[in-house]
């Protein structure tokens, strides 16, 4: 785990500068601010302790952030602990907790750490003039700007223009500090979100959720819990919350100003309107557009210093059965430089290929065979029919003499719910059924690793844009999706035009108001019906709607259901962030997938290895979100600008399929693994913590678990955000640790009086 925190308070000196109580001066002498010393937690404490995710160290010492390398004097950037002032000691003790592992990137009046294994690369500070300090900038990530590009968007973001700190490829946070002005910049996709709680007559901010909830010792949000489960595409149902109550997350494409612990949510891109239509953009400079955005975001990373895992694993040497990376898989390193998955699908190969063949940037480290990077693919022996399309056009990519080719295969020990222990994550999600599964593959990649994640949803065109193209007059450019759709159903080619005609026209004419309002009513009438199986014409009818159930609704209690029709209900009331159905919900769905994106990096992370996901990024998806939408909703509209992405770096053969619409998870080997599983779900739901929480009926789950072992037809990714859920839940009130230090404090941990217990019925 890797993330930055700070504060901003009233006062300019309240309690930011002050020696933690019983520690000497000496203890307080370091090096330039990392205090005393590298200590026995390190980075250990605060995002590996225990396994956990995040840490459990809680005493003096441990890490960085301890002093500010003068010997003698205060022990700078600590948080006020104003919140426990009658604590014993606390007359003679400066009140301030600073977090477990933490680098001191600016100390007062408002200090910044960045916590966890950063490379030293990833954290970029500059100031604009060595007379005036307190105008600086830090930018923690993967960014390709040069200092000088830094330097001009830190002037820009002084006078007030935040965009420009958003505009170089890579994938990044950005905080400015003008005088007592503090601004972080969130990203438009929202894999780096930015969170907020007050805190002592301020505000503290982090870009992980748990260590604010630590902070606070916030207790659940139950009601977020259950609107995940219910509505995880729907920002309205969600809002601003977190799954800890008092902590809130600012939008994609926000940021955070801080004026003296003041705050202020304002954001950096326009926003279309519904009585003007938008420009028409020319559908061959938008491609052009996209192709450098994505050239640029992969150069970013090649262009980065290389870096070797810290300690390699002992080899025990040849192991019948076998190979060199299944040997490094099962040690779980990386091997030093970059490499890119390799699954067949359009957006992998792409990524692939590109960074195998820019000039200038060398990938993997060069060895007698000549290979420049590493190309990893999977294949699931357990259930080895569907893919086999996929594993040729893999194998015919690989062809590639600049592309080393490894190919990961693994059986029942891999599938879905083989392996459900793991770290503690920021938030639940539903990788973490397959985090084992997706680990293994990852281990036997680079330290720098690509990943195709991000392409379908930025890319792609949510059936919902076809209510905007009638919004817009352009209903002859609807004649392609509808006939595709179409030729998908043979059975049904008479009613399958005029049913997706009839349901964008109707989203076209139905208010966000209206829509939302109906979506309440929805979940307020009865149970929830999950959709088990659908054919593409059911998936965008059910898509053509401002809001939807997620496949776990129909297993939640009528007073989640009802909860979460509430907040429905209030949203209607509110203005939306765009009142154009399609791109409400394409949005919606790209900060959904991103969200999920973010826990799986954090549920399959390997020591020393970074994930990329260009797709992601803040140039890339603004680029795409230039595609006009007539090209969007076409068939085959990614493939085609992938081709031409990999046209213009000089590659132009490409196997047969390459591009086809890739296949859905595979629902086979989701079953085996349920089926393997069984006895240890059944287990875990047999005193549920959610159950506990009022969000389900324990027998209910129970019953469909062994529905789903049995073949019946039941909503396996609403089975698997349960059961995620639940493992999530289980880890966090084992959990014993915490991510802030400070003697005279106490142990501060999120939720510290457990679950919390049944609610009364709503009335």
Known sequence: MRWLVGWSSIAASFGTAGRVAGQSPAQGSGQGGYGSGYGSASYGSASYGNGSGYGNGDGPGHGYGHGDGRGDGPLRGGLADADHPDEPGAADADRTVVPVGAQLLWGDPDPLWAVGDWRPDEIRTLTADPADPFTRLAVLGCCGATDEELRRALYAARG????????????YTAVVQAGRRITVVGDLAGARPVFYTPWASGTAYATAALPLADLIEAQLDIGHLAALLACPDSPEALGDGTPYVGVRRIPPGHALILREGSREITG?????????????????????GVREALVDAVRARLTAPRHAPDTLPHDPGPV??????????ARGAPVPGVGADLSGGSASATLALLAAGLPGAPGTVVRQSGERLLAVTFNDLATPRGREAELERAHAIAANPRLHHVVVAAAEEALPYADL???????PGPSLI????????????SADHFTGHGARQVLDAHPARLADLLLDRRRRHLLRPVAALTRSAPGESLLVPFSIYSAARRLARTPYRAGMEAAAARLREGP???ATSSSPVDASLAALTWSRPGPAAAWLTGEALAEVSIRLHNAAARPPLSLRPGEARARAVLARH?????????????????????????QVVRAARALPESLRVQPGARAAILRSVLSSAGVRELPPGWGATAHAPNESATRLGLTAALPALLTLFATPLLADAGLIEARVVRQALLDAADGRPVPLDGLAELVSMELWLGRLMARRGTCWTGTSTPRRRAVPKGLPTRRPALS
């Open 268 to 288: 950096y891109e326009p926003v279309a309107s519904l009585a003007v239509a938008a420009p028409t953009a020319d559908p061959e400079r938008a491609v052009e």
């Open 320 to 329: 019948p059965g076998m190979g060199p990376a299944d040997r490094r898989a």
């Open 594 to 618: 991103a969200a999920d994106h973010r826990v799986f990096e954090q549920a399959v992370e390997v020591r020393s290895q970074r994930l990329h996901a260009p797709f992601l990024d803040n």
């Open 160 to 171: 007030g223009a935040l965009r420009h700190l958003t505009q170089w490829p890579g994938s």
């Open 421 to 427: 222990d793991g770290p503690l994550t920021d938030e």
């Open 434 to 445: 397959s985090a084992a599964r997706e680990r293994r593959r990852l281990a036997a990649g």
């Open 528 to 530: 929830v019906t999950g």
